[in-house]
């Protein structure tokens, strides 16, 4: 199972308001774990769980320049948004 599911569940379970967005799967299966779909759009954090090729074209929607992004599969290499937060290091 996904790191991604049980991070989601995670957030879930404390409260914390947060969507879904994941280019390979329909908001249908999105919801079926009971979380709620998001569309790309600007966002204050961005949680990267996976490191689908779309996500470089989606980013351009995602990341403004205030957003935080957590970088869990080390995907950004160079800064994108306020700051990049990833596995083991800190881009500024």
Known sequence: ESPALAFCELLKQQNVPF???D????????????????????VDILVVATDHSRLSED???LIHSS???IDGRNVF???????VIGVGRKIQ
């Open 67 to 69: 957003t935080i992004v």
């Open 77 to 83: 290499i160079q800064k994108k948004g306020k700051v």
């Open 19 to 21: 969507t879904v967005f």
């Open 23 to 42: 280019p390979m799967l329909s908001d249908a299966i999105i919801k079926r774990y009971n979380f709620a779909p998001g569309k790309p759009a600007a």
């Open 59 to 61: 980013a351009k929607k």
